[in-house]
């Protein structure tokens, strides 16, 4: 694993929300370490072949990224105002629906996505 990789894993072990490669480059140069736009694509492009991380689509025109935990199909609220974003631990009646939809069907599903697009607190 190279030193850059291993720099953004640690981005995405310590971020509360999907990063944007934007947000890599500007962590990673806020740190010391300058590093070229093309490398940090090859390397979140590396990570995703791996499955070690996701790509979440928020319908904003900006690819973000997040880590896969072992419970990976969570939601996310994303705040239309600020652009905050916040994970949602994964739901268990979702879960249950989720399951009770794959049976119906004859289905397999492998992951879901369900956003919540609104307004936060501060911004209220």
């Known amino acids: 694993m190279t030193v850059v990789r291993k720099m953004i894993v ?3 072990t310590k971020a509360k929300a999907p990063l944007a ?21 090859r390397e979140i492009e590396s990570l995703k072949d791996a499955n070690l991380i996701r790509e ?12 896969i935990k072992e419970s990976h199909n ?3 609220l994303v705040c239309t105002e600020c652009k905050q974003i916040e994970c949602l631990p994964p739901i268990n009646e979702l879960s249950k629906l989720e399951k ?7 289905f397999v599903v492998t ?3 369900l956003e919540f697009f609104g307004v936060c607190k501060e911004c209220r």
């Open 100 to 106: 009770k939809i794959a049976q119906l069907n004859g």
């Open 10 to 12: 640690n981005l995405f």
């Open 111 to 113: 992951r879901h996505v």
């Open 74 to 76: 969570h939601s996310h």
């Open 21 to 41: 490669a934007q947000n890599i480059i500007k962590s990673l140069s806020k740190g010391g370490r300058a590093v070229n736009k093309t490398t940090v694509y």
């Open 56 to 67: 979440v689509n928020l319908l904003d025109g900006q690819l973000r990224y997040e880590l």
